[in-house]
């Protein structure tokens, strides 16, 4: 490869290019009008404006993609995240038009992108699943009926979609319909696609995710796990490498689990198998993300591998240079999402101007951004300002030099999530490992969060009127000249 677009925006459209240049590959970035002065738009070797600046009219636009790569002589798309990424239709145009896409083939995107789709691939494999409907619901009382025998509380799911979207729990039957017909309806507006199927809830899971790295010669590894448990409306906000709770012999059965998976579809360049883990560290599996994950910096930090680097190889179609044995944990890495999110107000998304903006630094802290002070957070796209990653030898290290490092980035001008990353790293439940996906509706509030803010203000008030009284007892201890001379030092200051 020569030349990569990469289809996408903010940081990680940042993070690719960093590794597309260090391996010699030009770079080209598309851009929206609200992404003008962006830092991916001025990073990149060549930068084309796309449109405007809604999504569906700039970055979802495939087609006009695929006629810049051609212009410009583009030999490979990286689709990042989001967007297109997980776009079968897409894919496919880009691969009919002699351009690579750097990650998995249009079919694996396809099976893996409908999980019902993705349960029938795994069928033939021993992998654990859910107990629930292998197929999309059509009989609302043969699915009430399904639902009882499988036992209540039930989770009614999108097939086609993620994030939390078009899923409901259901405690018990009289409220099945209604609640089926609100994931429909949201499902539909979502995704357009109305199938939903139901599975059995279970009550205090752990979201552990295993990645895994396949290429075109059939060869195949898993890169251990992440904790993503620590979710707020089910997306997830913390998360870290490797787990607090997986033995050695459960990560290594999860992780041929996942290779399995990986298998079932073909499975080419980066992607993500997600278990649902119990109380009783019983897995089952959940889905297949055919992308590269926001997270992949915790699993970059502990095997000291570069997957972006990883997935270029791979396209180029060269086989893996490590296998399973080459890989071995390497100390503990915690990633904190930081959006512009009021997290005291139900974590609704803030915009505005980032008046201050400081980047913390030092060993084992990693910042993946794209913004820079002075910029503003649109109101068009994800409000994530950045992903902030720690790296240290023990889980304990980490989490404190997690604490220090968000003390030390200043951000205002909007309300972000850096205060509950303070209370997540603080909170005992987080650091003793036995946290679930509930962790914030158990443990959060936007209430402890304004307390928390007040106390430090209160503090911050006190430390000020004791350095402002021990200032005026100084001025007072000094000669009469040199009072005189500081005073018209301060008046020529002004």
Known sequence: MNKILVANRGE???????????????????YSDADRTALHTRFADEAVNIGPPPSNQSYLLGDKIIGICKDLGVDAIHPGYGFLSENAAFAKKVTDNDIIFIGPSPEAIEIMGSKLAAKAAVAKYDIPMVPGTDQAIT??????????????????????????????IVEDAGAFEEQ????QSEALSSFGDDSVFIEKYISSPRHIEIQVLGDQHGNYVHLFERECSVQRRHQKVVEEAPSAVLTPELREKMGQSAISVAKSCEYVSAGTVEFLVDENLNYYFLEMNTRLQVEHPVTEMITGLDLVAAQINIAQGEPLSFSQEDLEIKGHAIELRVYAEDPANDFLPD???L??????GG???????????G??????????IAKLITYDQSRGACIQKMSEAIDAYRISGVQTTLGFGKFVMQHPAFQSGNFDTHFVSKYFSGKALRQEDDAEAGIAAVLGAVLFEERRQQYKTLPQKDLSATTAWRSRDR
Do not use: C, H, N, W
Not at 139 to 164: N, Q, T
Not at 180 to 183: E, G, P, R, V, W
Not at 355 to 360: D, E, F, I, K, V
């Open 12 to 30: 990680i459209a940042l993070r690719i290019m960093r590794t597309a240049k260090e391996m010699g590959i030009a770079t080209v970035a598309i």
């Open 139 to 168: 009989d609302v009382k043969a699915a009430k009926e399904k639902a009882r025998s499988i036992g209540f509380p039930i989770l009614i799911k999108a097939s086609a979609g993620g994030g939390g979207k078009g899923m409901r």
């Open 180 to 183: 089926m017909q609100l994931a």
């Open 351 to 353: 915009i505005g101007q």
């Open 355 to 360: 008046t201050t903006y400081q980047r913390p």
């Open 363 to 373: 060993p084992g802290i990693r910042l993946d951004d794209g913004f820079e002070e």
């Open 375 to 384: 910029m503003d957070i649109p109101i068009y796209y994800d409000p994530m």
